[in-house]
């Protein structure tokens, strides 16, 4: 049975199709337009390679580095060029004023830890040493956890998680849902897209102070400094669920093909549709 230059022609078509949909499919969701799409007041990508200024996707609340940093740092996400930033006691102040809701909070992070030492802060917002309002993430070791995720004061509300030293980067998110009645609203601390503690609390809201700017890297007055990497900081006036955790963590770890491997796989079939239409030919030329 011989197959006509037509029929070659229709199945090349829709074999490219086939093909641009399937390496479309494969590819995933970008990480940083996962991040968009849900909505953040603010999203550090901490890709920048000199300078002092720490971009925010949102086009609002870019920061300032200071102190002992290191820039040009392999990132968090696969497959992705942009670096991260290398914290010894350095740090990025925003803005805080328009960053993180009173009744919905969700922080994401990718992290590393060289050493850690009681106090070491990865993100917060609060106004004084005291850290009597806002929200922020640190380290102490309670004996059962070691990550803590606080809103409004340092010791309570808090949810923690067991964290220990990492030079592999975790996946951190935090959220608040609050606006609940009696002891329905809940905080939540994620670990690489899973749960890793909840606590359920009367604290239906976040309390800010007027002047308390976003601090990543440490708390504030140059107090508890992170040290290891951070990249990929989102904040949002919205509660991220489960479900939406997972996704961000399955996008950030997925590895994105080489466009390469569609191309050849096309480039390999069409080598092929050629030398059938020349044999084609040959063989009619055969039979007369
Ligand atoms: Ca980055
Ligand atoms: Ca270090």
């Given at each position: 049975m011989k197959i006509s230059d037509a029929l070659l022609i229709r199945i090349s078509v829709a074999l490219i199709a086939v093909l641009i949909l399937y390496s479309n499919l494969e590819a995933g969701p970008i990480y940083s337009s996962v991040v968009m799409a849900d909505n953040p007041d603010a999203y550090w990508r901490?890709?920048?390679?000199?300078?002092t200024t720490a971009v925010s996707q949102t086009g609002t609340h870019s920061g300032t580095y200071s102190g002992s940093y290191t820039l040009g740092q392999t990132g968090a996400i696969v497959d992705d060029a942009n670096t991260a930033v290398d914290f010894s006691s350095g740090l990025v102040q925003a803005t805080g004023t328009g960053i993180g809701g009173t009744t919905a909070l969700s922080i994401e992070m990718w992290v590393t830890a060289d050493s850690l030492s009681t106090y070491n802060t990865l993100l917060m917002r609060t106004t004084?040493?005291?850290?009597?309002?806002g929200f922020g993430i640190y380290y102490q070791d309670t004996g059962s956890t070691q990550l803590q995720f606080f809103i409004n004061g340092y010791a309570a509300p808090r949810v923690g998680a067991v964290f220990a030293t990492t030079s592999s980067y975790r996946h951190v998110v935090a959220t608040f849902l609050g606006?609940?009645?009696?002891?329905d609203n809940l905080m939540s601390i994620y670990l690489d897209g899973t749960l890793a503690g909840s606590l359920n609390t009367t604290t239906s809201s976040i309390t800010y102070g007027l002047s308390a700017d976003l601090y990543i890297g440490?708390?504030?007055?140059?107090?508890?400094y992170w040290d290891g990497k951070i990249d990929e900081v989102s904040i949002y006036s919205s509660v991220l669920s489960a479900g939406d955790v997972a996704a961000h963590y399955a996008a950030g770890i997925a590895p994105i093909p080489e466009p390469s491997s569609a191309s050849f796989i096309l480039s390999a079939f069409l080598a092929f549709a050629m030398v059938r239409k020349r044999r084609v030919k040959r063989d009619v030329a055969f039979s007369r």
């Open positions: 901490l890709g920048e390679t000199s300078g004084s040493l005291a850290w009597n309002d606006g609940q009645a009696g002891s440490q708390s504030v007055s140059n107090y508890g």
